[in-house]
């Protein structure tokens, strides 16, 4: 049986493919299940999946009009020939703009030097009735016509948008954040590719990585994720996310060949002893990891009491799995769960906010050997958590700010390993 890797990913079926959402939602968040089929992969709860897509072909047509290319001309890609249009569509990252594609223009760049220069060359004068009053042409360099002055150097408003961007990192972000290649193509209209020299420049596609909303032993033969899709419009154009537009839009139920790979985790895992209490955060998307571990601790027949953190814009919108979790409620699977809306009512509930409600008895489980685990939004969410647990420990702990920084920091995450992160 072949090894699948993410140099050799397995070519998986799509056997589930709906929208979570419940009815009016702003969001559009999708339960794909991959079936694993006779590829031998396993994985365990916490792990993630490796997802190649494929770039958006009207894209890619885009690209290929800007570039003035024959979609079939031939290509290498890492010493596989390819047609350019099959590079774009498989091969390459075109959805973004790279900050090293566009610091490798200076070569077309380097002979104007920032201007362009004009000169006359010819010059007719016709008077009402067509006939011709003057007729000169130029015979070398530095002639012009007499009454006339040589024309200077006219500034070249690409190269000006370039050297803008290169001795500029805030610029250059901002400009690449929102742009695809054929916004830099309509930005300089000028720039002149050859198939080869562009597919070399651009960035190789690369794998996203998704944490696994499901455990082998409750799901055996699949795999489950839970996606939030990216759906935005720039520059007069709807786009989406790379890998998310193309799992929404392009891979249905039971029609899809989607390459797949197992990404394991070290350390994103669930305690070794059953009886281990553990403490989750994971509004939005971050439910993945944590529907994977609650199916796990189910399946081990696991004691130890599982409190869940979960929130989002709104419940009637936004509450991923409300059935599986109301049954885990009722069946004693979730202990506890604090659940937090931040557009429902007069102020804006998060789940740090309730963690701080909560402080006591989160104290007194971590306190007691509890595994403390976060998934979701680093920029934000994850370091607001991180610094209300630091209060929560400071406060109910008896430690000053130091301390229970260390706490947390030191003893928690690096020497226990029991505060765990999963954040993107």
Known sequence: ???????????????????????????????????????????????????????????????????????????????????????????????????????????????????????????????????????????????????????????????????????????????????????????????????????????????????IASSPDHEPGTVHLTVGIVRYSHHGRDRTGLTTGYLADRCPEGGSSVPVFMSPTRSFVLPADVSTDIIMVGPGTGIAPFRAFLQQRVSDGATGRNWLFFGDWTEAGEFYYRDEIEAWMEGGAIERIDLAWSREGSEKVYVQHLMAKHGAEIWSRIDAGGYFYVCGDKLRMAKDVHRTLISICAEHGGMSDADAAAYVEQRMMKDEKRYLRDVY
């Not at 049986?1 to 990913?9: I, T």
């Not at 020939?81 to 610091?103: C, G, V, Y």
């Not at 130029?138 to 690409?158: H, T």
């Not at 054929?182 to 080869?196: C, H, I, R, Y």
Request: one cysteine or more; hydrophobic letters at 35%; a negative charge.
């Open 1 to 211: 049986m072949a090894e699948y890797s993410n140099k050799n990913p397995y070519p998986s079926k799509i056997n589930v493919n709906y929208v979570l959402n419940g009815e009016g939602s702003l969001k559009e968040t999708r339960h794909i299940v991959f079936d694993l089929g006779d590829s031998g992969l396993e994985y365990k709860a916490g792990d993630a999946l490796g997802v190649f897509p494929t770039c958006p072909p009207d894209l890619v047509d885009l690209t290929i009009e800007r570039l003035g290319c024959p979609p079939d001309q031939m290509v290498v890609v890492k010493d596989e020939e390819m047609t350019l249009r099959d590079a774009l569509l498989t091969k390459s990252e075109i959805h973004r703009l790279s900050k090293r594609f566009i610091q490798g223009l200076s070569t077309h760049f380097s002979d104007s030097g920032g201007s362009v220069k004009m000169q006359i060359v010819s010059r007719t004068r016709l008077d009402s009735d067509g006939f011709i009053l003057e007729q000169w042409m130029s015979d070398e360099d530095d002639d012009y016509p007499e009454g006339y002055a040589p024309l200077g150097p006219v500034d070249d408003p690409e190269f000006a948008l370039w050297s803008s961007l290169v001795n500029d990192d805030a610029a250059m972000e901002d400009y690449i954040w929102s742009r695809d290649y054929v916004d830099l193509f309509e930005d300089m209209p000028s720039l002149n590719l050859g198939a080869q020299e562009f597919i070399d420049a651009v960035d190789t596609l690369k794998p996203r990585l998704y944490s």
